[in-house]
């Protein structure tokens, strides 16, 4: 973790690096582990506008879109 509490998979996401996300993936990451300002890596991903790590969802059941950042938004609010 960084000095802001971002995990590996946070700051992958950030810099929009697919295989590494990937790979991080592959080897359990969080998905749902809240870093710097209560962000999941999915909202990172949306709002740095790295759609393609994005595997959106519209199973009202899933986890990852009900999740709100510090600002309130879910993932699927950040891709708009």
Known sequence: MDRHGNAALHIATLFGHLQLVKMLLKYDADVYQRGARGAIPSHIA?????????????????????S???????VLYCTL
């Open 46 to 66: 949306a709002r740095e506008g790295h759609i393609h790590l994005i595997q959106v969802r519209t199973d009202e059941d899933c986890l990852e879109n009900r």
């Open 68 to 74: 709100e950042d510090y600002q309130k938004c879910s």
